[in-house]
């Protein structure tokens, strides 16, 4: 699953969009430089090669003469050893052009007749050449340099060909693109990595804030601390003055908390003092009144707090010596009840202050005790899954269920209302789940009412935990 969600945040990653960008550029710009240079070789190995039939052809015009009786003679030697080997592809021929001449000579590798176009597929130059391709004895595609020359007064010419492999050419440019691009494309991979390093490495000061953002938001540091690149030590900066007015702002929200508290205090102790000492039913409505507010105002000042808190600098509360301590102070209250409890080998840390945690498991398990019949069982589990704002998050699990008669589905909901009693014969003021629903909804979890395998309640308490 989380595998899944980093691929689909890849793209939207800024290390993810430099390396892609420079990938596509390098790719881009090393398919340009093989065309390039791919383009230039084929053009100087086309030129080299037309030169050296030119410079065979006029070597061959100078070894060749003609007799007094019209044949031609000459023992030509260009000096290559291909126009020696039979079908080799390299050929050189000379025949009679006009009348007066008899005769032809041809290269030892030239075991059969090539002919050419006519001239009027294929004309002469104003030098009397002309060049042109046509297909060789096993099929290879040569190239024609072809001169038709006067060889003495007698006005007696000779058509001269030398004929050179077109396709061992390809075949050899072919050759140097194989080369070339198994060159490129190492180097490519090679300053693709390198870049990919570089770009990762050059980001790295961004995952040292990240770390230390994290270690501020579990609660192990107050401030990011280290030396930042210059680029980024403004924002290390900027942090640094957010998390100290965030700080600011919650103390000075508790401070107006509390003494909203102190006013507030007075007054209705007083109210409830003079409802008692009226007496009567006017008097006890007062009082009964006054405490009413007297609990509500305490309930929503507590939420204020953690409000407050919630988007701040976490706090970190170890769970399992809290709950320990919990369920020894509920045994002793309740010896008559068998209270079972169960923990995880591994440390879980809350990610929220201990009076929360404590006024949570307290009302839960108080009562869980006011209505089992003879046992309660506790444990408490790491998990993984999503909090609140549908994110993947460390949490952990608080199971509390007991042998009680239970709450029907239907009217599960209905217990959890602020003042709902779904029994009065049980003393309580019908504050309890509703206070332990506020504080799991103002921490982002979740809260479950389920029926135990013991027969009575189970709740479930999801929260967040820090690694």
Not at 159 to 173: A, P
Not at 185 to 194: K, P, T, Y
Not at 292 to 320: E, I
């Amino acid at each position: 699953m989380r595998s899944a969600l980093s691929l689909r945040f890849w793209p939207r990653s800024l290390a993810f969009r430099v390396i892609a960008f420079s990938t596509v550029w390098a790719i881009l710009t090393l398919i340009v430089i093989f065309t390039l240079i791919t383009t230039l070789y084929r053009q100087a190995s086309e030129r080299g090669f037309d030169s050296l039939l030119s410079a065979h052809l006029f070597n061959l015009i100078g070894s060749v003469g003609v007799s007094e009786g019209g044949s031609l003679t000459g023992a030509p030697d260009l000096g290559d050893l291909r126009f020696s080997e039979p079908n080799s592809g390299w050929y050189w021929s000379v025949e009679p052009a006009s009348e007066g001449a008899r005769g032809d000579l041809h290269s030892s590798s030239m075991t059969k007749t090539i002919p050419s176009p006519s001239v009027a597929e294929a004309p002469f130059n104003s030098s009397f050449q002309r060049s042109y391709a046509t297909e060789g004895i096993n099929g290879e595609e040569l190239e024609v340099f072809e001169s038709e020359f006067v060889l003495d007064a007698k006005n007696r010419a000779a058509r001269f060909r030398v004929m050179g492999n077109q396709t061992e050419l390809d075949q050899e440019i072919a050759t140097f693109q194989r080369r070339l691009l198994t060159y490129l494309s190492l180097f490519g991979v090679g300053m693709i990595a390198i870049n990919a390093i570089a770009i990762l490495l050059g980001l790295q000061p961004l995952r040292r804030v990240r770390n230390a953002l994290a270690m501020v938001r579990e609660g192990t540091a107050q401030r990011l601390d280290g030396r930042f690149p210059a680029e980024i030590e403004p924002l290390a900066n900027e942090t640094n003055a957010l998390i100290e007015n965030n700080k600011r702002i919650v103390e000075r929200s508790r401070t107006q908390v509390g003494n909203l508290a102190h006013s507030l205090k007075t007054p209705l102790a007083v109210l409830i003092n003079e409802g008692r000492a009226l007496g009567g039913a006017k008097g006890q409505l007062i009082a009964e009144q006054a405490a009413s507010m007297q609990t509500q105002v305490d309930h929503y000042l507590q939420r204020a707090r953690v409000a407050a808190q919630r988007d701040s600098v976490v706090y970190r509360t170890p769970v399992a010596p809290l709950v320990q301590r919990i369920v020894r102070v509920l045994q002793k209250l309740n010896p008559q009840t068998n209270l079972s409890l169960s923990l995880p080998a591994t440390d879980i840390i809350f990610a929220g202050e201990r009076e929360d945690l404590e006024e949570l498991l307290g009302n839960l398990l108080d009562n869980a005790m006011k209505w089992a019949k003879s046992a309660v069982a506790v444990s408490v589990l790491p998990i993984s899954g999503k909090d609140g704002a549908g994110k993947d998050a460390s949490l952990f699990e608080i199971s509390i269920e007991d042998d009680g008669p239970g709450i029907p589905e239907d009217k599960a909901r209905e217990a959890l209302k602020r003042g709902r009693r779904l029994d009065e014969t049980k003393p309580g003021t019908g504050l309890g789940l509703a206070i332990v629903a506020d504080l799991v909804n103002e921490y982002g979890g979740a809260l479950a009412l389920e029926r135990s395998g013991m027969g009575g309640l189970k709740a479930v308490v999801r929260l967040r935990s820090l690694h």
